[in-house]
């Protein structure tokens, strides 16, 4: 689609079949770090026919520049708004890795936004919070390098959230959890009021997700307690679900489990400090024998400090594979080892 009041800006659209302008509709502001706005429209589509949700992914807004996302964002709005019959109390934004932290930053620079969608990445200042004026509904991959990043919302947050751990890499959430992360979204709005209850469809999700948790057991189980007891609060009682969760808590094995996953966190947590406290310790170390190499008089600290990086970067081509560390070599070499 091509924003009407801008061609320069596009983005990848799905309507619901069943769409008519005599009712409101809720919308997904979606945003890929590459602005392939096809990817994420595509893996909403079936999550959006079933709930009835508009969704638009903006083929400008990618990894960079934070002026062209946002302008991007505030065109591509404008234009949903203006062409559809818009629920204005139910604009959600959803985004990958880069697209996460646009995602997250328009939500909580405004107040208009009532959930995000958050697949592979945080907050774009990494500062944790207790509370967002939004629901946060988060996804990670086991093997994605924002892991710990990601299930950071559940340790810190008090307000409404949710962290779905998938098998897999630093992508996008499949259109399967899509339909899931979108059906709590459902739950949430009619929490706040934002959608009218619909109580044969809360009664029919509750006993589905009741039945869901007696095939769970140990942790799996006391996780799906929880989530029970926290989205259906205030809409069904959950007291059972909260007193299973209270008697889990106390079994040895689970508080087992779950003090081995914190370590294993917490043990991955300080060995990216480790490196990144040796990476920097490197960098001090390069710029100081940079700065003695380029000094302006003789002396043998400089001849050594001119010796070392030539040492080091003839002989980088057979023992250092690592493109980036080479070009970190290249970075610090001295002025004289420039030419």
Request: aromatic share 6%; charged share 25%; proline share 4%.
């Amino acid at each position: 689609m091509l924003v009407l009041s801008d061609p320069s800006q596009t983005y990848a659209l799905y309507v619901p079949s069943h769409y008519t302008p005599e009712r409101s509709w809720p919308v997904i502001l979606a945003f890929d770090p590459r602005a392939r706005g096809r990817v994420p429209v595509e893996i909403d589509q079936a999550a959006a026919e079933k709930f009835g949700y508009i969704v638009a992914g903006s083929n400008n807004s990618r990894n960079g520049s934070w002026a062209v996302s946002m302008a991007a964002t505030e065109a591509m709005t404008n234009d949903v708004i203006h062409r559809f019959q818009a629920d204005r109390k139910r604009i959600y934004t959803a985004g990958m890795s880069g697209g996460a932290r646009v995602a997250l930053g328009i939500a909580i620079s405004s107040n208009l936004i009532a959930g995000v969608i958050a697949s592979s990445a945080g907050y774009s200042d990494s500062k944790p919070r207790k509370t967002v004026p939004f629901v946060l509904l988060g996804t990670a991959g086991t093997e994605g390098f924002n892991y710990l990043e990601m299930r950071q919302p559940d340790r810190t947050l008090t307000t409404p959230h949710r962290v779905a751990v998938f098998e897999g890499g630093h992508v996008w959430l499949s259109s399967a959890l899509a339909i899931e992360v979108v059906e709590r979204m459902e739950i949430q709005a009619m929490k706040s009021g934002r959608k009218p209850r619909d109580p044969a469809w809360i009664e029919q999700v509750f006993s589905s997700r009741a039945a869901a948790c007696g095939q769970k057991s140990g942790k799996e189980l006391l996780l799906g307690l929880e989530a029970m007891a926290a989205d259906f609060e205030g809409l069904k009682d959950v007291s059972e679900f909260m007193s299973r969760a209270t008697v889990l808590h106390r079994d040895k094995k689970v508080r087992e489990t779950l003090k081995k996953d914190r370590a294993e966190e917490e043990n991955e947590q300080r060995r990216i400090d480790e490196i990144l406290s040796m990476e920097r310790q490197l960098r001090v170390r390069w710029h100081r024998i940079a700065s003695v190499a380029d000094a302006s008089e003789d002396s043998a600290e400089r001849r050594m400090a001119r010796r070392i990086p030539r040492g080091l970067m003839m002989g980088s081509g057979e023992r250092v594979k690592d493109p980036d560390y080479r070009a970190m070599l290249a970075e610090f070499r001295p002025a004289n080892l420039r030419q």
